[in-house]
């Protein structure tokens, strides 16, 4: 029944952020009477919307309830999860690992126990934690989980020599922008470096698919884009980090300039800033210079590389990790 709480919450990836991804299923004598998920932070939790959708609630002090992370038992934008599952007087919990967030980590549990709950945790746990790798490693490591994406020819370059024109070559098809697109809109950000930015003049949105386009993050020590370059349209929060000052964007709404020291250990000032904005996750999109950078500070979790059957012949070389 964990796996089907696995499946369940993964319904919520993309739109849960602050909070982790949660599935619920309740069984009464071998039948599921009742599931739910995490749908969005502020709206009810997984245990909520599964005990409201069971139609007989006598049912529920005979049932066993199984949720892939320990309940809440502190108030938030809702209630505790765990009082509600002590007032249906639920006898049996089954959690799939426990909840390293400060305000539960363990207490939810303790709480259920101390109420004469029969609490099983651990089961699944490998699954469970991957679920929600992009919640644990905020709150365990204190930075963003980070993907390093890039594509590739087949004989090893992610740009040619030379371009003509402002705009990405592609090395990839169609179909393969929209999934890059599609993991955009499930993420919370999206890193470049001003390189990446001067040669293709890129939007960094999810215009190809549907969903929330992801913070936009320039490094740019010397702020050289270009005022008229489509990062700066104003219409995606856009984050710009730089060592220089500047006044340039007053009169914008969702574009911000933050300074750092360049001299000092880049990637993971970066982590810093974007831990102190709660975003819990991160598309580094290159170009070379900025991916290696952060393969050399060891500041990644996946990497997420499109392989293609072109040739450039010379050009700029992949990241090596």
């Not at 709404?253 to 991160?282: A, G, H, K, W």
């Amino acid at each position: 029944m964990i796996k089907r709480c696995i499946q369940l919450a993964y319904n919520g990836l993309g739109t849960t952020y602050p909070n982790p991804m949660v599935g619920c299923v309740i069984v009464h004598e071998g039948k599921i009477i009742g599931e739910g998920w995490h749908q969005k932070a502020g709206e009810p939790h997984a245990e909520v919307r599964a005990i409201a959708s069971v139609k007989d609630k006598s049912l529920l002090a005979e049932s066993t309830l199984y949720v892939s992370l320990e309940p809440c038992c502190h108030y938030g934008k809702t209630p505790p999860c765990t009082d509600l599952i002590i007032a249906h007087r639920i006898p049996r919990v089954v959690v799939g690992c426990t909840d390293p967030f400060a305000k539960v980590a363990g207490q939810g549990i303790e709480k259920l126990r101390a109420a004469g709950c029969e609490v099983t945790v651990g089961v699944m746990k490998d699954e469970c934690l991957l679920l929600n790798k992009r919640f644990f490693t905020f709150h365990l490591k204190k930075r963003p989980y980070i993907f390093l994406k890039w594509a590739e020819t087949a004989d090893g370059y992610i740009a040619p020599a030379t371009k003509t024109e402002l705009a990405p070559v592609w090395i990839t098809n169609a179909y393969t922008r929209q999934e890059v697109h599609q993991l955009r809109s499930t993420e919370q950000a999206i890193l470049v470096g001003v390189g990446t930015v001067l040669a293709d003049n890129p939007s960094l949105d999810t215009r190809n698919w549907y969903g929330k386009s992801p913070l936009r993050v320039i490094i740019d020590p010397q702020l050289r884009t270009p005022n008229d370059f489509k990062v700066w349209n104003d219409q995606v929060p856009t984050l710009f980090i730089t060592d220089k000052k500047t006044t340039q964007v007053t009169n914008k709404q969702q574009t911000e300039i933050v300074t750092i020291n360049f001299q000092e250990d880049v990637p993971q000032q970066v982590c810093d800033i974007l831990y102190q904005r709660n975003i819990q996750s991160l598309i580094v999109e290159g170009g070379a210079y900025t991916l290696q950078q952060f393969i050399n500070a060891n500041l990644y979790d996946e990497t997420l590389i499109y392989r293609s059957d072109v040739e450039f012949g010379s050009g700029v070389k992949a990241p090596r990790r």
